[in-house]
């Protein structure tokens, strides 16, 4: 049976209001962006100054390297914006509060994307700079890096939250993660590394394309009907 546009006018309004409330939190602190940009700002010019040979850049290794930083980064936001979540008993008062389980997900999930997404805009152009790219088609990197930003963050808000009472929660979330993620961070990367390289390698970016979009579809399905389940003892 399908939602009426009540109900799904409902939800919207639910996830907005999850994300406006994150939103509003990180502005004032501005402890997240901060944190996940300097990181990696700090991993691109330390890779930067470490691969290079005889003065030029090592290009073929930059898909890898932004893939790496990502991921890295990006396990860096989800741990400190789910922290920030248990310190104030934020996240009980949401599980108990009468909103749609599912709305409280994609709100946090969309909140990560965007965490995420800003720290891209940074480093994604210094990595440019940094390792002198050029990129065949400028459409397909963008999409790449959103579908592997999507599928990542989809995974890692599931795992955060799950993980939130758990003492070695700093500990577990990279490890189970990681192998997860995996072969999406594979597909990325290689996708990047054909981009970069132009020419008839070009060509194989776009089944790298297709698999990320496929790993996004099961990542973001399996989340979303796995988080009311997972949560619903906290």
Known sequence: MKPSPEARASMLSQVLAILR???????????????MTFFAVLVVVIFAFTLVERGRPVAP?????LWIVVAFAGTLGLGRMFDREREGD????????????????LGKLLGVILFIALSEAVVVPLLFVL??????????????LLLGTVGFAAVGSLFAATLMQARS???LLPILLFPIVTPLIVAGAKGTAALFA?????????????????????????????????????
């Open 21 to 35: 409330k994150d939103l509003r939190v990180e502005w004032r602190s501005r402890e997240i962006l901060y944190t």
């Open 169 to 171: 929660r700093d500990v």
């Open 131 to 144: 390792f002198d790219l050029e990129v065949a088609s400028l459409p397909r990197f963008l999409l790449l």
């Open 90 to 105: 934020t996240h009980r008062a949401l599980l108990l509060s009468p909103v749609n389980r599912a709305a409280i997900y």
């Open 61 to 65: 290794l930059a898909g890898g390297m």
């Open 198 to 234: 132009g020419g008839a390698e070009a060509a194989g970016a776009e089944v790298w394309l297709k698999l990320a979009a496929v790993f996004d579809l099961i990542f973001v399905s399996l989340s979303l009907w796995a988080f009311g389940p997972l949560t619903r003892g906290e």
